[in-house]
């Protein structure tokens, strides 16, 4: 895609800052289970980089959570948004592959961030270089093998598991992943997976899904811990730096 600071405007544009997507409530409800289990990965008092504002959900926790955040964002126009909602903290308008940390991070969060850049295996390997002594990364991305996946291949809605819909187009994917390719990506860059988790039972696209309930689309996430993580939407990897000589 040659992922550049107008592109990344574009999408904000097109998504984050559009009031006009349908969707937006099943996103932001996966968020928002998902932030449960985030603030129990990262220690009080931690040095913490986030890699990208998105819609502010995530950062807006964090901002109330006992650490150091810096926001890391590429957009402009989130960028605004996050200096004006929250000026105590640190927000830096950059793309990832030209930031220069100042300083190393005891976490660092890339949520729903390798999907969208160009070249994932340089990202993590920066996120390596910037983390601290035992520090820690905690990694999302979109789950080739998710059950409304396999569904559609089933149905003939598309070819191939990780074949791109319209949506993920909208928002800038430009890939998906399986738990297997993206552990493997993270040990290439010299980092150890140490934990993995899944997250939203998502039985069909958002486009269909348009009129659940509220208690229904939360019973769809709160019900993650107890399927097998590679039917869900979403997976996670923690991982540190690999110490292996």
Not at 188 to 203: C, D, H, Q, T, Y
């Amino acid at each position: 895609m040659n992922t550049s600071k107008e592109k990344l405007d574009q999408i904000a544009a097109d998504y984050h800052t559009n009031e006009a997507i349908p969707d937006i409530h099943i996103e932001n409800l996966c968020q928002e289970y998902f932030i449960e289990w985030l603030l129990q990965q990262i220690p009080i008092g931690s040095r913490v980089l986030e890699l990208g504002y998105g819609d502010g959900l995530v950062t807006a926790e964090l901002a109330k959570f006992a650490c150091e955040l810096t926001v890391l964002e590429g957009a402009a126009t989130l960028v605004d948004q996050a200096r004006q909602a929250y000026p105590v903290i640190k927000c830096v308008h950059s793309l990832f592959e030209e930031f220069g940390a100042d300083r190393a991070y005891d976490v660092i969060l890339a949520s729903h961030v390798l999907e969208h850049v160009d070249d994932p295996q340089a990202i993590l390997r920066k996120i390596a270089s910037w983390l601290a002594e035992g520090g820690k990364v905690i990694i999302v991305v979109p789950n080739r093998n998710s059950l409304h996946r396999q569904l559609a291949v089933v149905m003939g809605l598309q070819p191939k598991l990780d074949t791109l819909s319209k949506r993920d187009l909208l928002v800038g994917h430009q890939r998906v992943y399986s738990l297997q390719a993206l552990e493997n990506d993270v040990r290439r860059a010299g980092l150890m997976p140490i934990e993995s988790a899944g997250f939203f039972l998502k039985v069909l696209p958002n486009s269909m899904m348009l009129e659940y309930s509220h208690a229904l689309l939360w019973g769809l996430n709160a019900i993650s811990p107890s399927l097998p993580k590679d039917l869900l939407a979403n997976i996670a990897v923690v991982a540190v730096r690999d110490k292996t000589p």
